[in-house]
């Protein structure tokens, strides 16, 4: 009997609330709550909603203990599709409305993911004197540049970007770069010069961020006005090389104005 009134007791504002709206501020309450996963995810899939799924609203959900199964079912819901829990559909099928490849997004002003084009990174060694000065023992730095003064793409603050990584993949793996201007080109170290062996050296022009999964393989970042304006790459991992010789790699770059 007390199973009974308990479950009544949960169901009674359950059912008054599949009347309203779902948001995201509705599903932390109910987490909060102490209402069970399953249960959330029932209400999410019965109820009609209204879920912010843009970059920061996803990492307000992961921020209230949400798992990604009902990270999962609210970005399902918002685009009309079924949560995997209740079937098992095409794993693409889970990915937000716009990314349907390998690659790097962002989001457009009305809210769709647009695909980012990579441009050309061209390796250039330097320090020419200081590995002369020691007969070839410390090798040169070796830098990356970008053809052009600024990016094709140009935006303001924030900026909300997703990467889409192959299987096996990290977000971490990605590097997101500050670049220096040239006269006609970007710049960022990929190598800095080390005695008898070389080491990763692009930690001069890193720019630390932390990606939230929405779906699966796709993780979000946001680079707020704290980051300053200025030219920005994100590159994708191998493409840093180790040689000497005359390569190229390639880079997703923005200008962010203000």
């Given at each position: ?10 169901l ?22 102490g ?14 909603a209204?879920?912010d ?13 949400l ?19 209740a ?33 050309v990174?061209?390796?250039?060694s ?23 003064k ?8 924030p ?15 990605y590097l ?42 796709v993780?979000a ?5 704290k980051?300053?304006?200025g ?9 840093i ?12 770059s923005?200008s962010?104005?203000?």
């Amino acid at each position: 009997m007390r199973k009974l009134v308990l479950l009544l007791f949960l169901l009674f504002p359950l059912a008054s609330m599949a009347q309203q709206t779902l948001t995201n501020d509705g599903v932390i309450q109910m987490k909060k709550a102490g209402l069970s996963d399953d249960l959330i995810l029932a209400t999410i899939q019965a109820t009609q909603a209204k879920f912010d799924v843009s970059p920061s609203g996803l990492i307000a959900l992961k921020s209230a203990g949400l798992d990604d199964k009902l990270v999962e079912a609210i970005v399902n819901k918002a685009s009309g599709l079924k949560s995997s829990s209740a079937a098992a559909p095409n794993p693409d099928s889970a990915l937000p409305p716009g990314i349907d490849e390998v690659g790097v997004y962002y989001q457009n002003k009305s809210g769709t993911w647009t695909e980012m084009m990579p441009e050309v990174i061209n390796y250039k060694s330097g320090g020419f004197l200081k590995s002369l000065a020691t007969d070839g023992i410390v090798k040169g730095d070796m830098n990356g540049h970008i053809p052009g003064k600024q990016a094709k793409f140009v935006t303001t603050f924030p900026v909300h970007i997703a990467l889409y990584v192959p299987e096996g993949t990290a977000p971490t793996e990605y590097l997101l770069l500050r670049l220096r201007v040239n006269s006609n080109n970007r710049e960022f170290r990929s190598m800095t010069g080390g005695v008898i062996h070389s080491s990763g050296g692009a930690t001069r022009d890193q720019v630390p961020f932390t990606a939230t999964k929405i779906a699966p393989r796709v993780y979000a970042f946001t680079l707020d006005s704290k980051l300053g304006k200025g030219e920005y790459g994100i590159m994708p991992p191998g493409s840093i090389t180790t040689s000497n010789l005359a390569s190229s790699g390639k880079i997703y770059s923005l200008s962010i104005t203000e």
